[in-house]
C-alpha cells in the first residue's frame, strides 16, 4: 500500500515539473483571475487568443446574473423615474398615490409593501426578492448597477466573441426605454404603504395604519380587520385613534404577508388583475365587480374556522358562566 | 320547455341559511396557526376528508414531526388535529406526498 501511494507521489512531482503542465496551471489561474474582476476580461481575451472562445464561455453565466439583477433594478429606476415625472400611465384617478408612498418609503425606510397584480404565480419571485428590500437604498446602487453594466452588456463589440441572445435581448428592452419609457411595456404595479407594526406591551400588537391601509384599497375596515383576525387567529379591537390592537405578538412581515393574501383574494380582479374592484354584499353573498373590466365574482366570505383553546380553562369557565 | 321549467324553479342565489356547515366550506383542508403564550404556537387541521383514518393520522404526524397533539371532535367543525408547534408546512408536504391531496385543496393560513 505504502508503495503505491509513494508511486503516486512521484507521478505527482514529475507532473509539476512537466513544464506545460505548469503553464497549464497558470492559464488557469489567469481565468480565475478574469472572472473575479469582471471589467478585464474583455482585455484579457484580446490578448490571449487561444483562451479567448473560453474565457468567454467562462464569462456568460456571470454576465447572464448580472443582467438580470440589472433587468430588474432597471425596472425599479424607470419606476422611480415615472413617479418623479408624476406621469404614471394610469390615468384612472383612483390609482394610488405614488409620490405620496415614496415619499414615505423614503422617510421610514421600511420594506416596499406591494401588492402584485399577478397573484400567485408573481408571489413566488416576490419572495426571493422582498421583504427586506430596502427602496431608497436600491435606487443609487441600481444606477451604479446600471452605468457598469453598460459596459460589459456590449462587451462584444470589442472583443471578437460572438453576442449573446441575453445581451442583446437587454441591448433592445435598454434602447427602447431610453426612447419611450411609456412603452416599455411595465406593468403598472399596485403598491400600498408598508403597514406599521409595533409591539403594545408583552402581548399585544399595534397595526398603526389599518385605515390608510384600507381607504387605498377602497375596502371597509371592518372586512380587512376581521380577514386578519380570522387568519392570524387572535382577536383585537380598534383604539382611540383608529389603530388596529391584536392580541398576540406579530411582526410586520407576518401583517403584511396576510395583507398580500388579503389583496390577492379580495381585492385585485381575477379576471384583468386590475386592484380597481369594489366589494358588494348582496344577500349574504360577497361580490367582487372589477372597475376596469366589469367582470363580477363572487368571493367566499371570512370564516375563521376552527379555535383552539389556548387560554387557560378555568378563565375560559369563569367568561361562561358570565 | 318543461326543462327550462323545472331549472327556474330553482334559485341558485336562494338564500340557504347559515352556509357555515354546508360542505365544509367546498372540501377545502384548512392548516391554521394559533399563537399560545410565549412563542408558542399550536396547528390545527381541520376539514380532512372522512375517509381518512384521522387517529392514525394524528399518530404518524406526532411520530414525524416530534411533537404532541391531539383529536378534537368540533361540533361544527367534525375532528380537527391539534399539533403543538408550527407544524404548518410539514403537514402539507405530507399531506401532498403521502395523503395524495391536492395541493390546491389545503389552506395554510396564518402569518
Known amino acids: 500500500m505504502s508503495a503505491e501511494i509513494e508511486e503516486k507521489l512521484q507521478s505527482m512531482d514529475l507532473q509539476e515539473e512537466d513544464p506545460s503542465l505548469m503553464f497549464d496551471l497558470s492559464m488557469k489561474k489567469k481565468k480565475k483571475k478574469s472572472k473575479k474582476t469582471e471589467e478585464e476580461p474583455v482585455e484579457e481575451a484580446q490578448e490571449s487568443q487561444d483562451a479567448a472562445p473560453a474565457d468567454a464561455a467562462e464569462e456568460d453565466p456571470m454576465a447572464m446574473f448580472g443582467e438580470k439583477k440589472k433587468k430588474k433594478k432597471k425596472v425599479k429606476v424607470e419606476d422611480d423615474a415615472a413617479v418623479e415625472g408624476g406621469e404614471e400611465a394610469a390615468a384612472d384617478g383612483e390609482s394610488f398615490d405614488f409620490g405620496d408612498m415614496k415619499k414615505k418609503k423614503k422617510k421610514s425606510k421600511k420594506v416596499d409593501f406591494s401588492a402584485f397584480e399577478d397573484g400567485q404565480d408573481q408571489e413566488g419571485e416576490d419572495g426571493a426578492r422582498d421583504p427586506d428590500d430596502p427602496f431608497a437604498a436600491d435606487d443609487d446602487e441600481g444606477a451604479r448597477s446600471s452605468s457598469k453594466g453598460a459596459d460589459s452588456e456590449e462587451g462584444w463589440i470589442g472583443s471578437n466573441r460572438d453576442y449573446t441572445y441575453t445581451e442583446l435581448l437587454s441591448r433592445v428592452f435598454k434602447i427602447l426605454r431610453q426612447n419611450n419609457p411609456e412603452l416599455a411595456g411595465e406593468k403598472k404595479r399596485y403598491t400600498i404603504v408598508p403597514p406599521s407594526v409595533m409591539r403594545d406591551g408583552n402581548k399585544k400588537t399595534v397595526f398603526a395604519n389599518v385605515a390608510d391601509i384600507c381607504k387605498r384599497m377602497h375596502r371597509q375596515p371592518e372586512h380587512v380587520i376581521q380577514f386578519l383576525f380570522a387568519e392570524l387567529g387572535t382577536s383585537g379591537s380598534i383604539d382611540g385613534s383608529q389603530r388596529l390592537v391584536i392580541k398576540g405578538r406579530f411582526q410586520q412581515k407576518q401583517i403584511e404577508a396576510v395583507l398580500r393574501r388579503y389583496i390577492v383574494e379580495y381585492v385585485t380582479c381575477k379576471t384583468c388583475k386590475s386592484p380597481d374592484t369594489i366589494l358588494t354584499k348582496e344577500n349574504r353573498l360577497f361580490f367582487l365587480q372589477c372597475e376596469a373590466c366589469g367582470s363580477t365574482r363572487s368571493v367566499s366570505a371570512i370564516k375563521s374556522g376552527f379555535q383552539a383553546q389556548t387560554g387557560k380553562r378555568a378563565a375560559q369557565r369563569v367568561k361562561a358562566a358570565a | ?111
Open chain 2, 1 to 111: 320547455m318543461s326543462d327550462i321549467q323545472n331549472l327556474q324553479s330553482y334559485d341558485p342565489f336562494a338564500d340557504l341559511g347559515d352556509s357555515k356547515d354546508t360542505g365544509d366550506q367546498q372540501g377545502y383542508i384548512h392548516i391554521r396557526i394559533q399563537q399560545r403564550n410565549g412563542r408558542k404556537t399550536l396547528t390545527t387541521i381541520q376539514g380532512l376528508p372522512s375517509n381518512f383514518d384521522k387517529k392514525r393520522m394524528l399518530k404518524i404526524f406526532k411520530k414525524d414531526f416530534a411533537c404532541n397533539g391531539t383529536l378534537v371532535e368540533d361540533e361544527e367543525l367534525g375532528s380537527v388535529i391539534q399539533l403543538q408547534g408550527d407544524q404548518r408546512v410539514k403537514v402539507l408536504t405530507l399531506l401532498t406526498t403521502e395523503g395524495g391531496i391536492d395541493k390546491k385543496q389545503v389552506k395554510i393560513h396564518g402569518f
